[in-house]
């Protein structure tokens, strides 16, 4: 991106998103990759910053899903190996080796 004294335009800025959405879109229809980009400016206004925020923390709840679904299947399917765990409190832990399950 070319700079003036250290300083992005706004235009290079609007270059870059637009680089990397198509690239993210040749990704998701190749690749099956899956993601957005989310991008303001120090100025924006306050009602659109909050709807990008929101946004990305919809995106962060749906992606905490797929782990923990995914998570939830490979300690399913395990076949546990039970390793005792030495812990400060008084309660014995005993967590799976494989799959990281706690008992």
Same mark, same amino acid.
């Given at each position: 991106?070319? &700079? &003036?004294?250290?300083? =992005? =335009? $706004?235009?290079?800025?609007?270059?870059?998103?637009?680089? %990397? #959405?198509?690239?993210?879109? =040749?990704?998701? %229809?190749?690749?099956?990759? !899956?993601? &957005?980009?989310? $991008?303001? !400016?120090?100025?924006?206004?306050?009602? #659109?910053? /909050?709807?990008?925020?929101?946004? %990305?923390? %919809? $995106?962060?709840? *749906?992606?905490?899903?797929? $782990?923990?679904? /995914?998570? @939830?299947? !490979?300690?399913?399917? +395990?076949? *546990?190996?039970?390793?005792?765990?030495?812990? @400060?409190?008084? @309660?014995?832990?005993? =967590? +799976? !080796?494989? +799959?990281?399950?706690? #008992?």
């Amino acid at each position: 991106m070319a &700079t &003036t004294s250290g300083v =992005t =335009t $706004i235009s290079d800025v609007k270059m870059f998103e637009k680089s %990397a #959405r198509r690239h993210l879109k =040749t990704l998701s %229809a190749t690749h099956g990759v !899956k993601g &957005t980009l989310l $991008i303001w !400016k120090p100025g924006e206004n306050t009602d #659109r910053l /909050r709807k990008k925020y929101w946004c %990305a923390m %919809a $995106i962060a709840n *749906h992606l905490q899903q797929v $782990i923990n679904e /995914r998570e @939830r299947v !490979k300690q399913e399917s +395990c076949d *546990h190996d039970w390793e005792y765990e030495h812990s @400060r409190d008084e @309660r014995t832990r005993y =967590t +799976c !080796k494989k +799959c990281g399950l706690f #008992r």
